[in-house]
């Protein structure tokens, strides 16, 4: 199984503020031509995952675009480049390059 | 636009199985290229993809629960579903479906299974 570890567990950030989270993988990720096979959620409190960003950096259609995703082969980044209250929420990375997919442990983010 | 429900048991007895099905509407279950999926997740912590099938019938388990786990497909009622046989404790969780292509973008609102005697 591919193993997704997020950094950090947790995140204070200041409103206005760029939030970064992290996340790697056990194995390489690129499939090909298509790219990296790197997707990221947003969770709020009873509610099923969002999805951000597809391919690791294609912002799914109606995402705000202060959220962006970065990286490539084993190293991925989610930015929100201007944190604003309604993003509190538990970030996951997930990768499809294989089965069982599996996520990363989530990162929990709340204001400062 | 696509929507998801779930359905089914919300208590389950130890060593029973639990049972959920996911509707489809506002679109096929039996489009091409997409994979149709169950993901759970225990209260206060993460996700843990079950696995999933395709409209031509065709699935993957996870191999962590591979013995117990049946997934089907009911093209006609657009509709498919989850048996988890022998729950314990540990099977208490959120259960979400999903549609797969490039992650998922279409999730069920999920159902809270306990199990519990």
């Known amino acids: 199984d591919i193993v997704m570890t997020q950094s950090p567990d947790s995140l204070a950030v200041s409103l206005g503020e760029r939030a970064t989270i992290n996340c790697k993988s056990s194995?390489?990720?690129?499939?090909?031509?298509?790219?990296?096979?790197l997707a990221w959620y947003q969770q709020k409190p009873g509610q099923p995952p969002k999805l951000l960003i597809y391919?690791?950096?294609t912002r799914e259609p109606g995402v705000p675009d202060r959220f962006s995703g970065s990286g490539s082969g084993t190293d991925f980044t989610l930015t929100i480049s201007s944190l604003q209250a309604e993003d509190v929420a538990v970030y996951y990375c997930?990768?499809?390059?294989?089965?069982?997919?599996?996520f990363g442990q989530g990162t929990h983010l709340e204001i400062k | 636009q696509l929507q998801l429900q779930e359905s089914g048991s919300g208590l389950v007895k130890p060593s029973q199985t639990l049972s959920l099905t996911c509707a489809v509407s506002?679109?096929?279950?039996?489009?091409?290229?997409?994979?149709w999926s169950w993901i759970r997740q225990p209260p206060g912590k993460g996700l843990e993809w079950i696995g999933h099938?395709?409209?031509?019938?065709?699935?993957y388990y996870n191999p962590s629960l591979k013995s117990r786990v049946t997934i089907s497909v009911d093209r006609s009622k657009s509709q498919f579903s989850l048996n988890l046989s022998s729950v314990t404790a540990a099977d208490t969780a959120v259960y979400y479906c999903?549609?797969?292509?490039?992650?998922?973008?279409?999730w069920g609102q999920g159902a809270l299974v306990t199990v519990s005697s």
């Open positions: 999903a549609r797969g292509h490039s992650g998922f973008a279409y």
């Open positions: 506002g679109g096929s279950i039996s489009s091409g290229g997409y994979s």
């Open positions: 099938i395709y409209h031509s019938g065709s699935t």
């Open positions: 194995q390489d990720l690129l499939y090909s031509s298509d790219g990296n096979s």
């Open positions: 391919w690791a950096s």
């Open positions: 997930h990768q499809y390059y294989s089965t069982p997919y599996t």
